[in-house]
């Protein structure tokens, strides 16, 4: 039987624990497939962004690479996570710098804050909630991505959910909507009424 | 291996868990670019990025002549250069580290007490044989 990219991940990741000399090997086996998924992830990030994202979540994993738990995550959502960490820090940065000269959209959902990707993380591993994540279609799945990244654009809502074509006034609205539904479907699950 | 990934490995010259901190310090020491080093080292840019991603060698004598030797070996490298890098770097670090700490200065003779100690082992200079 072939072996799956997380097998051929894991392989590497066991070599790279057991071995201090892996790294290399480990990065170039990680980096283009961690950079395809952030850019069809965020596919209006700037690709440099991304590509120092990626560099930055494969260094911070080579520092402590035994510090992976192979129980909780696959190592590919687990490297991905990282990387779309960074890539929000690297927004929020990019943002404080920009603020006051360029329009933020409503808030409607706080970014978490920068260490609490974890939690985040093992909250959504809630069995509660699995039934909702699993009925949600692609679009929603990027769309609740973006929030738990505290994304506040509505374009990269609007990229998310193919809507670039729609009038911008009915774009927001879809936008608003999608999120809603989202929120109210997770918040029934998890017990929290309607 | 791509050119994001050399980038990674060149950005991991700010971190003094990575070879290739030592490797960047020595380049700037030695006032060597990129192509200069890659020369010095017998390296190729894949086995550049390889070495740079690996972890710094071992701070006791011991244990750095045999991390250099280990990688070395394994990526086909200049034995002396890069031990003369490693030296450098983890001088470099304790410096960084005890800037970062407020450590006072007077650190600094115990690093050259033990570069002494460690020069019975010299390796040979730049352009010599691996």
């Known amino acids: 039987m072939a072996e799956t990219q997380d097998d051929v991940w894991l392989g590497a990741w066991r070599r790279l624990v057991a071995d201090p000399d892996e790294g290399g090997a480990f990065a170039a086996l990680v980096h283009g497939p961690l950079t395809d998924a952030l850019e069809d992830r965020y596919p209006w990030a700037d690709p440099h962004a991304v590509a120092t994202a990626v560099g930055d979540a494969v260094l911070a994993f080579l520092r402590r690479p035994a510090a992976y738990d192979l129980g909780r995550l696959p190592l590919f959502r687990y490297l991905l996570l990282i990387a779309r960490r960074r890539l929000s820090h690297q927004r929020e940065r990019e943002g404080r710098h920009h603020r006051g000269r360029i329009p933020w959209d409503a808030v409607e959902l706080a970014a978490p804050a920068g260490n609490e990707w974890e939690e985040d993380e093992l909250s959504f591993q809630s069995a509660d909630l699995q039934p909702v994540l699993a009925s949600l279609s692609d679009a929603e799945r990027r769309v609740l991505e973006l929030m738990r990244d505290g994304e506040r654009s509505t374009a990269a809502f609007v990229a998310a959910l193919g809507l670039a074509d729609r009038p911008v006034g009915e774009r927001e609205a879809v936008v608003k909507r999608v999120k809603d539904r989202i929120k109210a479907r997770l918040k029934r699950a998890a017990g929290g009424g309607t | ?130």
Request: aromatic share 6%; net charge negative.
């Open chain 2, 1 to 130: 291996m791509t050119e994001d990934v050399f980038h990674t490995a060149r950005r991991a010259g700010a971190d003094p868990f990575f070879l290739a901190f030592a490797l960047a310090r020595y380049a700037e020491e030695q006032q060597m670019d990129e192509p200069a080093l890659s020369a010095a080292l017998g390296a190729t840019p894949e086995t550049l990025a390889h070495a740079r991603l690996c972890q710094m060698p071992r701070a006791d004598p011991a244990g750095l002549k045999e991390d250099v030797d280990r990688i070395a070996a394994r990526f086909g490298l200049n034995r002396g250069v890069l031990l003369l890098a490693a030296r450098c770097g983890q001088v470099a670090a304790v410096h960084q580290f005890a800037v970062e700490q407020g450590v006072p200065e007077d650190a600094a003779p115990m690093l050259a007490a033990r570069d002494r100690d460690a020069e019975a082992d010299q390796p040979q200079p730049p352009g010599g044989g691996g």
